[in-house]
């Protein structure tokens, strides 16, 4: 069955940076996407990033554009963010999720499988 585990959350202060990764076993196909998502109490989930593992075509969300990169490592079945100058703002908890389709979503409902969340804390 698949898995998806994230891990590299943490607190950091406004304007630092965080690495997150998200380990995939369990997964058949070799072409699907692979996205990360994040909500924040009392807000609805939103899409992150996400990026095609047949190529690597990828999308950001609006407000991330410019400071976040997403990333995969195909021999490691890994996929990884970036995260550039943060801001209190990002402060959420992150989770990988998979889409088994050769096309990206950024809606959370169209996703087939999620990890457990990783916590990211922006200080001001």
């Known amino acids: 069955q698949v898995q998806l585990v994230e891990s590299g959350g943490g607190s950091v202060q406004a304007g630092g940076s965080l690495r997150l990764s998200c380990a995939a076993s369990?997964?058949?196909?070799?072409?699907?996407?692979l996205a990360w998502f994040r909500q924040a109490p009392g807000k609805e989930r939103e899409g992150v990033a996400g990026i095609y593992t047949g190529g690597d075509t990828t999308f950001y969300a609006d407000s991330v554009k410019g400071r976040f990169t997403i990333s995969q490592d195909k021999s490691k079945n890994t996929l990884y963010l970036q995260m550039n100058s943060l801001k209190p703002e990002d402060t959420a908890m992150y989770y990988c999720?998979?889409?088994?389709?050769?096309?990206?979503?950024?809606?959370?409902?169209?996703?087939?499988?999620w990890g457990q969340g990783t916590q990211v804390t922006v200080s001001s």
């Open positions: 369990g997964v058949t196909y070799s072409r699907y996407c």
């Open positions: 999720a998979a889409r088994m389709v050769w096309v990206c979503s950024r809606n959370s409902d169209e996703y087939d499988y």
